[in-house]
């Protein structure tokens, strides 16, 4: 069965690190999302693609950056980590058949901790 | 710009009860998409349902039912009869169809609590 993967599931990190969480499906689809969930914030985007060399921000990409060298994978590196970069980090894809309205599918998540 | 208001931060009710979980969203365009996510306590995000702006039926899938509403810009959810494994945060969420846009903006969450 198509599906969408994320590791590490946990992972604690000192200040200052790079940090790469990974983000694969299999889905063949063309659009691929990261978010961050935070308590009182709900979901927000950081970085986007749709397709292969692209890669756009989102509303805190900020510390962020992402490369889409495939169509299956996303990842996504923390430059420098800090404290406020702890978060629970959610990737997601979508098909484009159906134009803006596809839905988006959503990995297991990756809880971050950065000390 | 798009915005989804969940006005309710926390709903607690007891089991059999039914519960709606409203929402409200603000968007220029008049083709946009709605969708509800539910996250249960283990965390994962799963997808309930996507409507778009030109289908005004209300949708039901067994206890759950979804009441959009274009005059008051809301997409209501009731679940009928609660349960104990509907506990969890749910989202709404809404995707503009204008220009190169397939991003989805998320209210904040509504976390409904179903005690025994």
């Known amino acids: 069965d198509a599906e969408i993967t994320q590791s590490p599931r946990h992972k604690i990190t000192e200040t200052g690190r790079q940090v790469t969480l990974a983000c694969h499906q299999t889905?063949?689809?063309?659009?691929m999302f990261w978010y961050r969930q935070d308590l009182g914030h709900g979901l927000r985007l950081i970085h986007y693609s749709y397709g292969v060399q692209d890669t756009n921000k989102g509303e805190v990409s900020d510390g962020y950056s992402v490369s889409r060298s495939n169509t299956e994978d996303l990842p996504l590196t923390l430059e420098s980590a800090a404290s406020s970069q702890t978060s629970v980090y959610f990737c997601?894809?979508?098909?484009?058949?159906?134009?803006?309205?596809?839905?988006?599918?959503f990995g297991p998540g990756t809880r971050l901790t950065v000390l | 710009a798009q915005k989804v208001t969940q006005a309710q931060t926390e709903i607690s009710v007891v089991e059999k009860e039914d519960v709606t979980l409203d929402c409200v969203y603000e968007?220029?365009?008049?083709?946009?998409?709605l969708f509800w996510y539910k996250q249960p306590p283990s965390g994962e995000l799963v997808f309930l349902i996507r409507?778009?702006?030109?289908?005004?039926q209300n949708e039901i899938s067994g206890r759950y039912s979804w009441n959009f509403q274009k005059s008051t810009s809301s997409f209501n959810f009731t679940i009928t009869a609660s349960q104990v494994v509907d506990s969890a945060v749910y989202f709404c969420?809404?995707?503009?169809?204008?220009?190169?846009?397939?991003?989805?903006?998320f209210g904040k969450g509504t976390l409904l609590t179903v005690n025994p």
């Open positions: 968007t220029r365009d008049t083709t946009y998409y």
């Open positions: 889905w063949n689809h063309n659009n």
């Open positions: 409507r778009n702006s030109f289908d005004e």
């Open positions: 997601a894809s979508s098909a484009r058949t159906s134009g803006r309205g596809d839905t988006q599918y």
């Open positions: 969420a809404l995707s503009e169809a204008g220009g190169s846009n397939y991003k989805l903006t």
